[in-house]
């Protein structure tokens, strides 16, 4: 993995995020895609029970224990 730039690192302070353009390739881009609507589908109303709650706001908890592809993005 390449370590980050200066310039990366100061936008990371300011900003508190960092954009890492093509981090991962369009075919796991894909399945994760697929994955989060799939779950959001599985979950329905109850998407994101597991953690805060907040009106307007889709959400999803705990990917890692709803499938591989989540464990393979930790991985990654």
Same mark, same amino acid.
């Given at each position: 993995?390449?370590?980050?730039? @200066? #310039? *990366?690192?100061?936008? %990371?302070?300011?900003?508190? /995020?960092?954009?890492?353009? &093509? ?6 881009? #894909?399945?994760?895609? %697929?994955? +989060?609507? #799939? *779950?959001?589908?599985? $979950? ?5 029970? $597991? /953690? !805060? *709650? $907040?009106?307007?706001?889709?959400? %999803?908890? #705990?990917?890692? &224990? !709803?499938?591989?592809? /989540? *464990? @393979?993005? +930790?991985?990654?």
């Amino acid at each position: 993995m390449m370590p980050i730039s @200066e #310039n *990366q690192r100061r936008d %990371l302070s300011r900003d508190g /995020f960092l954009l890492l353009p &093509n981090l991962m390739g369009d075919e796991l881009l #894909n399945r994760l895609r %697929l994955s +989060v609507m #799939n *779950q959001y589908d599985l $979950e329905g109303e109850k998407a994101g029970s $597991e /953690f !805060k *709650q $907040e009106p307007g706001c889709r959400r %999803l908890a #705990n990917l890692v &224990n !709803k499938g591989p592809v /989540f *464990q @393979e993005i +930790v991985a990654h």
